[in-house]
């Protein structure tokens, strides 16, 4: 199966990068938004603090195994389809 938004943050990744080096100090996770393609880098706590309680489990082993390997954490919120979808991605 095809991941539809993997092309999309491919053509945006750069600026993805620029937000989080930004921010780099603060250890964000980074959110994609869509269709703006606003592009937010968020402390870990106040963004786990705004997903459900589900989400926030997922998210705190996700976001230590991506810190314990200097990864990054990119969330996708698609506001037209209703998805939220995150991914873990190798700082480049």
């Not at 539809?4 to 964000?28: C, G």
């Not at 603090?49 to 989400?55: D, E, G, P």
């Not at 705190?60 to 390997?69: C, L, S, V, W």
């Amino acid at each position: 199966m095809d991941d539809p938004y993997l092309e999309i943050i491919d053509e945006h990744w750069d600026k993805i990068m620029m937000m989080h080096k930004l921010f780099a100090d603060k250890r964000p996770v980074m959110l994609l938004e869509l269709p703006s393609l606003k592009i937010y880098a968020y402390p870990y706590k106040e963004y786990k603090a705004s997903l459900t309680q589900r989400s926030r489990a997922l998210l705190t082993q996700q976001y230590q195994e991506a810190q314990a390997k200097g990864q990054v954490v990119l969330f996708v919120r698609d506001n037209t389809e209703r998805v939220l979808r995150s991914y873990t991605f190798d700082l480049k």
